[in-house]
């Protein structure tokens, strides 16, 4: 699969404290995206950025003190199989790690199959309502729909714009489990790159 970046502990990106992936590539392109970076979906540039499904799963699960995993992006959903089977991996080994997952597609375009993914020769293949609900069990909580920058909020919980809506899939969470918006920069050790992640005011 291919992944944008990944960090080891995030409190603003879903209920707890939670590993964050946000995997690469994405043809939504929401205008006013926060990641602009993890869009491009070119597998002979990105090279670099395939990692193996176990290993992007063992890193998760070597992980200490977190209650769950928040797939981001990119568009996690344009990488479906590979989704699907690092879900697979995670719940077959820790059943009670919570998995959420950010998607630009609402819910019914999911259910519908109105979305597609990214197949290993470069094309698109359109999703179906089979492979979603395969995905769904898997998940406690989602964040759907696209980010309209002229409904942009700071008040929505886990939501860029007003249209967005959480979505839970398991009893594990409810709308009281979700804080207000926040943010995190997190700075390497040599200080050499920062994470900015969550929601930083506009200003």
């Known amino acids: 699969m291919l ?9 603003v990106n879903g209920p707890g404290e939670r590993v964050v992936v946000w995997l690469q590539g994405c043809d939504l392109r929401c205008p006013g995206c926060w990641n602009p970076s993890s869009h491009t979906f070119d597998r002979t540039r990105d090279m670099r950025r395939r990692r193996p499904i176990e290993e992007v799963g063992a890193w998760i699960l070597a992980c200490p003190g977190i209650e769950g995993v928040t797939f981001s992006g990119g568009e996690p959903f344009q990488q479906a199989p590979e989704l699907r089977q690092l879900c697979e991996y995670i719940r077959a080994r820790k059943p009670a790690l919570s998995i959420g997952v950010f998607t630009g597609y609402t819910l019914r375009e999911l259910v519908q199959g109105h979305w597609h993914w990214r197949n290993r020769d470069g094309g698109w293949t359109d999703g179906d309502a089979r492979l979603f609900t395969e995905i769904r069990q898997f998940l406690d909580f989602a964040v759907c729909g696209r980010f309209r920058q002229p409904m942009a909020c700071s ?33 390497s050790e040599n200080g050499a790159m920062a994470i900015v992640t969550g929601f930083p005011p506009v200003d």
């Open 155 to 187: 008040d929505k919980p886990l939501c860029g714009s007003r249209n967005q809506e959480v979505v839970f899939f398991s009893d594990r969470y409810s709308q009281q489990d979700l804080q207000p918006q926040g943010y995190e920069v997190t700075i």
């Open 3 to 11: 992944v944008h970046s990944m960090l080891s502990r995030s409190a």
